[in-house]
């Protein structure tokens, strides 16, 4: 299904069809990364491929400034326990976390703080704006 993004009036990004900017679509491919990233391996003239590595770029480019969320975000892709999250955050970074860091509100298996959606969703939109030619900086700024 093509999409298409623009920025409105307001600097807000907009979308229509299957997107990144979609951030249904997005939660849904951390829920589903492991089997979305295997079913497209080798794929490489299928749309979920392309997908994928979209995905993959943009949010390294999203998480790069944030490596403690990134490992998060990748321990809970790997469905591990919160408590196993705790002690290898610990481990890694010298940081206890509270289960407010690990606890969200995403109906699945992958739960996510509000905190840790904000960063990628607000790095996907500075990078489509970056790329498109905005001032991302000028447009948002992350709580």
Known sequence: ???SEWVNENDEVCFSGISLCDERIVEQILCNYQSLRTKSEGKFL???WYLMEDFDRIYEQAMAKYP??????????DLRSNSDIQARIHLDFHILLNTYHLYGEIKSHVLLPNR????????????????????ALAVGKLN
């Open 1 to 3: 299904m093509p999409s």
């Open 46 to 48: 299928g749309d979920t």
């Open 68 to 77: 403690m969320y990134r490992r998060i975000v990748e321990y809970k892709m």
């Open 116 to 135: 840790l959606k904000k960063i990628i969703f607000f790095g996907i939109t500075q990078i489509w704006l970056r790329v498109s030619g905005r001032d």
